[in-house]
């Protein structure tokens, strides 16, 4: 157990945040030339199977012959690693992706996430998560990419009571969305502890 | 989720059969979404 954390934290870490500079630092030089994101996405799957080779993971893909070459698709993804993106990047498919707003608001990676086509999501926010799936089916049509998105509740595994947890929790947050515009579910919202109803807490 | 210790693993990605949309309506999305949820808990072995 010692070794294996020594290993990665030594090791495998350092050469997972050194590729992933050098590799997004190239992408951000492919940006100032391609506008479609296409080299952006060809670097960032070179990015992946460094990344996966490093960490000695074996990946490996099941249902392949379900996918049309030329097709466009919405993925949906469960969501329980850091390791998740890079594994997706193996399905060879021009993949944008749907990510948290959070990411967008970091120096240089924001920048490079836009650059290469990706698109942020305001878990708050869902007028300007609406705009961003506009966005999205936008791409689709015109670019003819798939778009990724890890669905709610990351890191938890269906089923388990965390997740029935937290669709709970999602169904208050609705639920107080629906007071902020007046409607009759108000009742329900003051359980939500972001609820902006005062009247209710 | 969010761990630095890195592990050797064996990854499979299971890709389900295409949902299709063709004439879906806004209104049915919450229906679309339970199916979704629905084949991911089946494809990963979770009660949906």
């Given at each position: ?7 990665a ?10 590729s ?23 670097i ?14 074996r ?7 379900k ?11 469960n ?82 009571a ?40 | ?48």
């Amino acid at each position: 157990m010692l070794l294996s954390r020594l290993r990665a934290y030594l090791l495998i870490d350092p050469l997972i945040i050194g590729s992933t500079a050098v590799f997004g630092f190239l992408s951000l030089l492919a940006s100032t030339f391609d506008k479609s994101g296409r080299t952006q996405h060809a670097i960032a799957r070179r990015w992946a199977r460094f990344v996966l080779a490093a960490s000695g993971a074996r990946v490996r893909v099941e249902g392949l012959e379900k996918l049309e070459k030329d097709a466009s698709y919405v993925l949906v993804a469960n969501h329980s690693s850091f390791m998740d993106t890079p594994v997706v990047l193996q399905i060879p498919l021009q993949i944008r992706f749907f990510a948290k707003q959070g990411l967008f608001r970091i120096p240089l990676l924001g920048g490079h996430l836009r650059r290469a086509g990706h698109f942020p999501v305001a878990r708050d926010n869902p007028r300007a998560s609406l705009k961003s799936l506009t966005d999205g089916a936008r791409l689709i049509r015109e670019r003819g990419v798939s778009v990724l998105l890890f669905r709610k509740a990351a890191g938890r595994p269906m089923g388990s009571a965390s997740s029935r947890r937290a669709r709970r929790t999602w169904r208050s947050r609705r639920a107080c969305r629906r007071c902020r515009s007046g409607s009759p579910a108000r009742g329900r919202c003051c359980r939500w502890d972001r609820c902006t109803c005062g009247r209710m807490r | 989720m969010g761990s630095l210790h890195v592990r050797p693993h064996a990854v499979t990605v299971r890709i389900g059969d295409p949902i299709s949309t063709e004439g879906i309506k806004l209104d049915a999305r919450g229906e679309l979404n339970q199916t979704l949820r629905r084949k991911v808990a089946e494809s990963i072995g979770e009660p949906g």
